[in-house]
């Protein structure tokens, strides 16, 4: 059974840092593009990072230059290095990924972030 589990959400100061992981767990993940996603209150849920089975990557312009989405298609892995964080990053964080050729999009059930001094 396919499904995505998140960890790595935490309460950080203005500035810092965190590392979020998401596992994938059936098959097939390794060539599903993969992403993440945040929800913040009364906000709509947005695309942080996209990464493809190839490499290819897209970033929401409020966090170029600081996050850096990784993955790991031998272990069915995936990260996101988040630096210099703000207020503004606080969200539930959502780990994703689509397979094109199913058109079924999977979720983790999400990790909270949040930045607050």
């Known amino acids: 059974q396919e499904h995505l589990v998140e960890s790595g959400g935490d309460l950080v100061q203005p500035g810092g840092s965190l590392r979020l992981s998401c596992t994938a767990s059936?098959?097939?993940?390794?060539?599903?593009?993969m992403g993440w996603y945040r929800q913040a209150p009364g906000k709509e849920r947005e695309l942080v990072a996209a990464?493809?089975?190839?490499?290819?990557?897209n970033y929401a312009d409020s966090v170029k230059g600081r996050f850096t989405i990784s993955r790991d298609n031998a272990r069915n892995t995936m990260h996101l290095q988040m630096n210099s964080l703000k207020p503004e990053d606080t969200a539930v964080y959502y780990c994703?990924?689509?397979?094109?050729?199913?058109?079924?999009?999977?979720w983790g059930q999400g990790t909270q972030v949040t930045v607050s001094s």
């Open positions: 059936g098959s097939d993940f390794s060539i599903a593009t």
């Open positions: 994703n990924a689509y397979k094109s050729w199913l058109r079924i999009n999977y």
């Open positions: 990464i493809t089975n190839g490499g290819r990557i």
